[in-house]
């Protein structure tokens, strides 16, 4: 073989397995009591065994000012990355909301949203939603944010998230699909970490793993928004108080 065969071979080693290699990990917890992350700002410490003999983190119905002090991780640094974790909802405790805030900004509590509501029995259609968190006061959602795409839940089963989350969109994927069940748009915040959240709500949860993306997030499905007359208020974030604190005052932004 000759220089110049050699040459053109070593390039294509260097190009390919650049192109293989494992994603940027930024943080990862098996969830299992076993090896706890050291990077937690809150650290998980409720844990329960299954009848598998697997131990697992158990995230209990509380008071929605509990999820604050729900177990979270932040960087101001963290921006265009993925959250892979598995749920499982279970049959005892079929009530209420469970989901991440992701980009919590550094007072620990402003974040961005994701909920699925995990009540009801086998047949009851499931949709994710989108909100905001201001300081704790304030919770803000846009009216009806459903996702696109209903959620197939069965009872007492794993069910795996994936979120790609972008400067300003998400991609929400369950069970390894190739295609998003959801796509939210115009996010308030754009760096920041993630925590656990529920409202009422309760799961199990093993097995979570954030990666920083090499690529840019671009939307997958429609912006069921992209129709309506940007200067309705019906566009932007609305307000409702979830949460009473007498000493916080928030100023709304128009569609944010």
């Known amino acids: 073989m000759n220089k110049k065969r050699y040459f053109l071979l070593f390039w294509l080693i260097i190009f390919f397995s650049c192109r293989l290699q494992a994603p940027h990990t930024l943080?990862?917890?098996a969830l299992d009591d076993k090896s706890i992350n050291d990077n937690w700002r809150t650290k998980p410490n409720n844990f329960t065994m299954l009848q598998d003999s697997s131990t697992v983190y158990s995230l209990k119905p509380m008071q929605p000012d509990s999820n604050f002090i729900l177990p979270w991780v932040a960087d101001s640094t963290w921006s265009n990355y993925r959250i892979e974790v598995e749920m499982l909802y279970p049959d005892s405790i079929r009530s209420g909301f469970v989901g991440i805030d992701y980009y919590i900004q550094p007072d620990g509590i402003s974040s961005c949203n994701l909920g699925l509501f995990v009540g009801?029995?086998?047949t009851t259609v499931r949709h994710f939603?989108?909100?905001a968190h201001f300081g704790k006061t304030n919770t803000c959602w846009k009216l009806w944010p459903l996702s696109q795409k209903p959620i197939s839940m069965i009872n007492n089963n794993w069910m795996k998230w994936r979120?790609?989350?972008g400067t300003d969109v998400i991609n929400v994927f369950v069970n390894n699909d190739s295609t998003p069940v959801y796509t939210s748009y115009n996010l308030p915040y754009s760096s920041?970490?993630?925590r656990f959240w529920q409202y009422?709500?309760?799961a199990y949860i093993k097995n979570l793993k954030i990666t920083k993306l090499e690529h840019s997030v671009e939307p997958v499905l429609k912006d069921t928004w992209s129709k309506i007359d940007p200067q309705k208020s019906i566009k932007q974030w609305n307000i409702s108080s979830v949460i009473t604190d007498p000493d916080f005052t928030f100023s709304p932004k128009n569609d944010i």
């Open 27 to 29: 943080f990862s917890d």
């Open 192 to 194: 920041g970490g993630i």
């Open 129 to 131: 939603e989108t909100s």
């Open 200 to 202: 009422y709500g309760a």
């Open 163 to 165: 979120l790609d989350i």
């Open 120 to 122: 009801g029995d086998s």
